[in-house]
């Protein structure tokens, strides 16, 4: 999935303020939606919570998401280890080029 698109989870998020400005989110989050949710190595499944542009109809303020970010940066990241073994790395192009350098200063007639 492309960095746009996200997985909304069916949620219910309704904030409620109190008097001293402080506040809290009362969440409820249908339990298939969750299950659907690949978790990571460690067993933790990443939501992410965001505000909404007006409370809707039901009273809800802020929408729930699947995190997908990781999973597209883990695929990216195996892919791209294929690759490393594939070409050598820039840095160590550079340090084979500093040492032919640090060979020829010996030669200045200065």
């Not at 001293?20 to 009362?26: A, C, E, Q, T, V």
């Not at 791209?80 to 640090?102: F, I, L, R, S, W």
Request: charged content about 40%.
């Amino acid at each position: 999935m492309s960095k746009n698109q996200k997985r909304y989870l069916k949620a219910s998020v309704r904030q409620h303020i109190f008097d001293n400005g402080s506040y809290i989110l009362n969440i409820s989050v249908l339990l298939d939606d969750l299950k659907a949710c690949a978790a990571n190595e460690k067993g933790y499944i990443k939501i992410v919570c965001g505000e909404r542009r007006e409370v809707d109809e039901y009273g809800n303020s802020h929408w729930l998401a699947e995190d997908l970010w990781q999973k597209e940066q883990n695929e990216k990241a195996k892919k791209g280890e294929a690759k490393a073994e594939k070409k050598p790395k820039k840095a160590e192009k550079k340090e084979t080029a500093k040492e032919e350098v640090d060979e020829d200063d010996d030669d200045l007639p200065f």
